[in-house]
Structures are given as structure tokens and as C-alpha cells.
């Protein structure tokens, strides 16, 4: 297996994928050919000193990280809703529908979820009004520092898409295009497109859920209740899987 590593290594290098990734060895790990498994993991969680939505997250990544999996997804997804008369303040100090969101022009509440390489998910968030940002939520749930925490104690990073930027040194994101209309350089380039084919296979577990359970597809109850049924949707989906597919 060494050998094999090794050969990779030097494959990831002359395809100009190091020099695409800039140097970032974290991003280094998760190639799409790569077959090796990770160490095994030693550290110890820090799930004891966490309360029960916050240690869930955690169990998850470290099971993960023991299967053999190279990396992690993160995602979000407005589950839309009927509209609710529910205000909040901005922060421009406007009043505003509390569960409506600008970006999709639409009611709904903010979920985020974390997902295994094939498109597994296993974890996902309460709900949060949809006017959010998705990485606001995302540290407001503690997935962001659970995530960190991965990358560096389990050698198990996260890809998330733009919106996500800021997150912390375990969350890999693109990069943005440059103001002003100019054009990418060709290594930042090469750095997105191979960011999204070891992201895609992971965003499509939003879609497994919703897909599969009818009460995702038109909530009809209060949009506050959407996250109960999300995590009931992960639970039932775990079961019906049965044992959690190991690295391939």
C-alpha cells in the first residue's frame, strides 16, 4: 500500500494538482484516485464535555474518520415552507419576515448538513429562519468547530462551496472570482475544478432525504418543526441502509 501511496503522490504532482491546491496539504489528501485509507485515529473526542445536539456531530466525524474516509461534505438547504408572519430586525435595523429568505426569494427554514463522500449524510442541524446566511448557521449550530476539529485531530477536511468562506482552516472552499471582471489564474482554476469533483458526489445527500421522505418535499407544518423532521428523515434513511458502507 505504501507503494501505492507513493505513486499517487507523485501522480497528484505531475498532473500540477499540488501546485493547483497551493501547497495545501490537507487538500493534498483528498484526490479522486485516492484508494489509501487514512491512520487509524488515535485522539479522543471532546464529545464528553458537549451537550447532546453538539456531541452527535462529533461521534459522527470520528465514526466516519474510523471507516477509512478520506473527507467530509458540508451543505445547506432552504427547505421552503408556507409563509409565516414571524419578524426579526437585520442588521441594517429594518424589520424583516423572519423566515423569508432573500437569496431564494422564497419562505423556508435553513438546514445544514455534513455528508460522507458517497452522498451519506450523517448529520444534520436543527433548523434556523431562513433569512440566514449559511455559514451563520453553521456556527451557530457548532458544526464549524466540530468540522476544524476534524481536519486537524482525524486528518478528515471538509469541502463546502463559497458560501462558506471563512469557516476555518478545515473547511476547503473555492476560489471566488476576482472583482473588476478579471479572469481566474489558470492554477486557481484547476484548484475549483477538481474542488468540485471531489465535492459532487457529496451534495446530493440533501436530495436522499428529500427524495425518499414525502414530509420533506411540502412542509405544511410550522417552519420551526422542519429541523425535528429532518433528523427523523436521517435517522429512518440510517436504518434503512443498515450498516454504513465502509471506504471504497
Not at 415552507?81 to 414571524?86: G, P
Not at 478545515?170 to 475549483?192: C, I, M, R
Not at 429541523?227 to 443498515?242: F, I, M, P, R, S
Request: charged share 20%.
Amino acid at each position: 500500500m505504501g507503494h501505492l501511496w507513493d505513486g499517487l503522490s507523485r501522480a497528484y504532482d505531475l498532473l500540477g494538482f499540488a501546485r493547483a491546491a497551493g501547497g495545501d496539504e490537507v487538500f493534498r489528501q483528498v484526490p479522486p484516485m485516492r484508494s489509501a485509507r487514512l491512520r487509524s485515529v488515535t485522539t479522543t473526542s471532546p464529545s464528553w464535555a458537549l451537550d447532546h445536539a453538539h456531541r452527535l456531530v462529533y461521534e459522527a466525524l470520528q465514526q466516519v474518520a474510523e471507516q477509512g474516509w478520506s473527507h467530509v461534505v458540508l451543505d445547506g438547504k432552504l427547505f421552503r415552507s408556507d409563509r409565516c408572519a414571524e419578524t426579526t430586525e437585520s442588521v441594517k435595523g429594518e424589520t424583516i419576515n423572519s423566515w423569508y429568505s432573500g437569496k431564494h426569494r422564497a419562505p423556508g427554514g435553513n438546514v445544514q448538513a455534513v455528508v460522507r463522500p458517497d452522498g451519506q449524510p450523517i448529520w444534520v442541524s436543527d433548523v434556523a429562519p431562513g433569512h440566514l446566511h449559511d455559514l451563520t448557521v453553521a456556527r451557530d449550530a457548532g458544526v464549524t468547530g466540530a468540522l476544524n476539529w476534524a481536519a486537524s485531530q482525524l486528518a478528515l477536511p471538509t469541502l463546502a462551496d463559497s458560501g462558506y468562506e471563512g469557516a476555518g482552516h478545515g473547511v476547503k472552499t473555492p476560489f471566488k472570482q476576482p472583482v473588476g471582471g478579471q479572469a481566474l489564474a489558470p492554477d486557481n482554476q484547476a484548484y475549483n475544478t477538481l474542488h468540485r469533483a471531489t465535492r459532487c458526489l457529496g451534495e446530493r445527500g440533501f436530495a436522499l432525504l428529500t427524495g425518499r421522505w414525502r414530509a420533506l418535499q411540502r412542509i405544511t407544518v410550522s417552519p420551526s418543526r422542519i429541523g425535528e423532521l429532518a433528523q427523523a428523515a436521517l435517522v429512518l434513511t440510517q436504518l434503512e441502509n443498515g450498516q454504513l458502507r465502509t471506504s471504497y
